[in-house]
């Protein structure tokens, strides 16, 4: 079983920037393919970026060039910076673990971009 919290989620001024931190407890996180999705109100949850196990990446065209998404297996954590960010980009931003038949959600963390 794993277990996910997502942290750093707030409200920033449209262009600016902010990350995302998803943490995971239990073993074998190296081999999970890590998502970060997002739902904003009266929308279908959708996937923002994913990095594999080996570090290859893949991005919603919205947000490629602006999001960046990152893991330290060391640390058990996945993260997503989010720069040059528009209201748009509002959503609460959900952690996603996934190995074989296995599938893993966090809480999710709000993110407000607003003037």
């Known amino acids: 079983q794993v277990q996910l919290v997502e942290s750093g989620g707030g409200t920033v001024q449209p262009g600016g920037s902010l990350g995302l931190s998803c943490a995971a407890s239990g073993s074998m996180f190296s081999r999970y393919v890590m998502g970060w999705y997002r739902q904003a109100p009266g929308k279908q949850r959708e996937l923002v970026a994913v990095i594999s196990s080996g570090r290859s990446t893949n991005y919603a065209d919205s947000v490629k060039g602006r999001f960046t998404i990152s893991r330290d297996n060391a640390k058990n954590t996945v993260y997503l910076q989010m720069n040059s960010l528009k209201p748009e980009d509002t959503a609460v931003y959900y952690c996603?673990?996934?190995?074989?038949?296995?599938?893993?959600w966090g809480q999710g963390t709000q993110v407000t971009v607003s003037s």
């Open positions: 996603d673990a996934k190995r074989t038949v296995y599938d893993y």
